[in-house]
């Protein structure tokens, strides 16, 4: 039991009070002095309780103080007093909720943001009287007073105790696993606008209690991780399409505000095909984890998340580099046999224009000494793009693989309103793209691989 040096009594004239940021009991009526008073007491029952929860828990700092519910404006401690114990009374238990803006995945794998989610964000019943009852009193008070069911509140990481209380007083077992802390249990979006809310995480949409669905950031980034139980079900019969069906998910998203700037080329597509073509577990692959298993999902997420910030890090948007004019003048075409089997792994983008030597060194480390002069023109296999970010401009040359060919040997461009061809010998032949079987310098390299280039003139 908890006692302190001052008699609680006045401060509980019921077993149960309500304190919110003005730190004062629900119940209490005084004058002012009586009310500075009272604050000051009840900040150190707070504090206090705030402190043993915390160490209950092993946690370093505490969750509750008084402080913090002083700066709050959206939250409630529930304090249980045993005005019986010891001549002063004691407190014996404490239970701290709010509600949260929070983004929360669905049963389904879409992200939702939650405005003003109910939210269990501390709770303690002292060790001497745990397990008796106290914790179900304070919680189904606090039920009926934020009119709130156990189903829709979202649980900031829970204890193993909490967990079990929940489970036992409840029924909450199966949890909808989250990005952060906050635990939920299935059913939580068990409402009307969820019954037809899938597919609507292209649009942001409103609905009648607050929900509204969004492209969150946490859908950029994570994409969808979580299947239930029905989906996994259903994922097994859809072996083959389901990494497209996330593909598509992924890539559905219309971002529109800071979330619409260009981005980068994500890997998340690379890791669900990289390990769907291994077939091996830990590739983070969705197809592999054939076991259904939810913790399996969340551990792609993690590494999608993981991926895509490494990605973002990488591709931060950066200019490309300046062409140096001194270098501008372009060597010319040489045949270039190329040593080595293509990298599996990203190249890195060299600026767009490079004297040969630097082309040379770009090429890699496993490379015999060339024979060949390299042009940037000629890297064989080596599938590089010079210059993406300029690729559009008249000057820019581009060099993709050719695993094999496919039916594309001239690229023509149309023509913008307003350009008509006003000479005869002006066409569309200015731009053109050609796959040639040997000779003239690009075609069929003594690796097998087709050498493609691509030129472009000014066209208009
Ligand atoms: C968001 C958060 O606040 S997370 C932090 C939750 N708080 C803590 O872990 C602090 C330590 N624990 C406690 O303070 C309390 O155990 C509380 C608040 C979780 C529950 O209060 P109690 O008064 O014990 O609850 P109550 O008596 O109504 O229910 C008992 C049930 O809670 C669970 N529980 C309570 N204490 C324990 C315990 N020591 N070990 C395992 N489960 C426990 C059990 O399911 C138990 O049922 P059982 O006795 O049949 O196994």
Redesign the pocket.
């Known amino acids: 039991m908890v006692e302190f040096r001052f008699d609680i009594k006045p401060l509980f004239p019921q077993p149960i009070i309500k304190v919110t940021s003005n730190l004062l009991p629900h119940t209490f009526r005084g004058d002012r002095r009586q009310c500075l008073d009272a604050t000051s007491k009840m900040s150190e029952i707070i504090d206090r309780l705030g402190q043993l929860?915390a160490t209950?828990?092993g946690l370093s700092k505490p969750v509750t103080t008084a402080q913090r519910l002083r700066m709050s404006d959206n939250q409630t401690i529930y304090l249980l007093a045993d005005s019986e114990a010891g001549q002063n009374g004691a407190v014996t238990g404490l239970l701290k909720v709010g509600t949260k803006d929070l983004y929360l995945f669905d049963e389904s794998g879409q992200t939702r943001k939650v405005e003003q989610a109910p939210s269990?964000?501390?709770?303690?019943?002292h060790e001497s009287?745990?397990?008796?009852?106290?914790?179900?009193r304070l919680f189904q008070t606090m039920l009926s007073e934020e009119q709130w069911t156990p189903l829709k509140c979202s649980?900031?990481?829970?204890?193993?105790?909490?967990l079990?209380?929940l489970?036992?007083?409840y029924g909450l077992q199966r949890v909808i696993p989250q990005a952060n802390n906050f635990v939920l249990y299935e059913g939580f979006f068990n409402d009307a606008a969820s019954a037809n809310g899938h597919g609507h995480a292209q649009s942001p949409q409103r609905t009648q209690n607050g929900l509204h669905i969004t492209n969150s950031p946490n859908t950029q980034l994570f994409g969808a991780t979580y299947l239930g139980e029905d989906s996994n079900r259903r994922r097994g019969s859809q072996q083959q399409t389901t990494p497209n069906v996330l593909i598509q998910q992924i890539t559905q998203i219309s971002p529109t505000g800071r979330y619409g700037a260009r981005r980068p080329t994500c890997s998340m597509a690379e890791i669900i095909h990289a390990g769907s073509s291994k077939g091996g577990k830990g590739n983070g692959s969705a197809e592999s984890n054939s076991g259904n298993d939810n913790h399996d999902l969340v551990e792609i997420a993690e590494q999608l998340q993981r991926q895509s910030l490494a990605d973002l890090e990488a591709n931060s948007f950066e200019p490309e580099p300046e062409v140096e004019p001194e270098v501008v003048p372009e060597p010319e075409l040489e045949v270039i046999t190329p040593p080595s089997p293509p990298p599996k792994s990203h190249t890195p983008t060299p600026p767009s224009v490079r004297s040969p030597e630097v082309a040379e060194s770009i090429v890699g480390d496993n490379r015999r000494p060339p024979a060949f002069q390299l042009s940037k023109q000629h890297t064989g296999m080596k599938n590089r793009s010079f210059g993406v970010g300029m690729a559009v401009m008249p000057s820019s040359k581009m060099e993709f693989d050719q695993m094999e060919r496919e039916d594309f040997g001239v690229v023509k461009i149309n023509r913008p309103p307003g350009h008509d061809v006003t000479s005869p010998g002006q066409d569309n032949t200015d731009a053109m793209s050609t796959v040639s079987s040997g000779g003239g310098g690009g075609g069929l390299t003594d690796q097998g691989y087709y050498d493609l280039k691509f030129y472009h003139n000014k066209l208009w």
Not at 120 to 125: E, H, K, Q, R, T
Not at 129 to 136: D, I, P, S, T, V
Not at 155 to 162: A, G, I, T
């Open positions: 929860s209950s828990q269990i964000l501390d709770f303690y019943v009287r745990q397990r008796a009852g106290l914790g179900k649980v900031d990481r829970p204890s193993e105790k909490l079990g209380f489970s036992k007083h």
